[in-house]
Antibody, heavy 113, light 106 residues
Framework: EVQLVQSEAEVKKPGESLRISCKGSGYNFTNYWITWVRQMPGKGLEWMGRIDPSDSYTNYGPSFQGHVTISADKSITTVYLQWTSLKASDTAMYYC??????WGQGTLVIVSS | DIQMTQSPPSLSASVGDRVTITCQAS??????LNWFQQKPGKAPNLLIY???DLETGVPSRFSGSGSGTDFTLTISSLQPEDIGTYYCQQYNNLPRFGQGTKLEIK
């Protein structure tokens, strides 16, 4: 069974760094791109970017390029989403997905002073 | 950068009604369009891929049509469990979601 299991919720302060994870199992990890999607409170879905776990090639949406980093460690079938300096506006639910049909359960990130 | 315009932003309909949601792309995306349903606190659920193909396990009252720039999601007979927010997503280039349509029961 294909599964994407995401890391637990995080509460951080502005300016802090953060890395959240998405672990894939039940399939050949290097065969499928993994995508990250943001959903701010009460708002719609935003496509952030994706990574090819076979070679770590990435694409980013225009609004996210330079603001986050997507990486992968295929030895542990895990993809990451990373921030170096969080802002309050990064408060959101973050989903990883093998688009279109397999989604993680989401990781809630709260950034508050 | 392909923009997706989804309408209406919200709608209220009665059980048994035929419901239609539209999505317009800013340029030709062929049939590279998905439709998702999202319920509060849950990850999105794929309904339709390639504009008109029904995902396995999705009730047949859901259907998708269109190609090029204009697309439609139709629910032939609205059921109470269909409440939620619906999103289109193009994947012709860098993927992008529509703004969403919140569906309520009247």
């Amino acid at each position: 069974e294909v599964q994407l299991v995401q890391s637990e919720a995080e509460v951080k302060k502005p300016g802090e760094s953060l890395r959240i994870s998405c672990k894939g199992s039940g399939y050949n990890f290097t065969n499928y791109w993994i995508t990250w999607v943001r959903q701010m409170p009460g708002k719609g879905l935003e496509w952030m970017g994706r990574i090819d776990p076979s070679d770590s090639y990435t694409n980013y949406g225009p609004s996210f390029q330079g603001h986050v980093t997507i990486s992968a460690d295929k030895s542990i079938t895990t993809v990451y989403l990373q921030w170096t300096s969080l802002k309050a506006s990064d408060t959101a639910m973050y989903y990883c997905a093998i688009q279109p049909g397999f989604w993680g359960q989401g990781t809630l990130v709260i950034v508050s002073s | 950068d392909i923009q997706m315009t989804q309408s209406p932003p919200s709608l209220s309909a009665s059980v048994g009604d035929r419901v239609t949601i539209t999505c317009q792309a800013s340029q030709d995306i062929s049939n590279h369009l998905n439709w998702f349903q999202q319920k509060p606190g849950k990850a999105p659920n794929l309904l339709i891929y390639d504009a008109s193909d029904l995902e396995t396990g999705v009730p047949s009252r859901f259907s998708g049509s269109g190609s090029g720039t204009d697309f439609t999601l139709t629910i032939s007979s609205l059921q109470p469990e269909d409440i939620g927010t619906y999103y289109c997503q193009q994947y012709n280039n860098l993927p992008r979601f529509g703004q969403g349509t919140k569906l309520e029961i009247k």
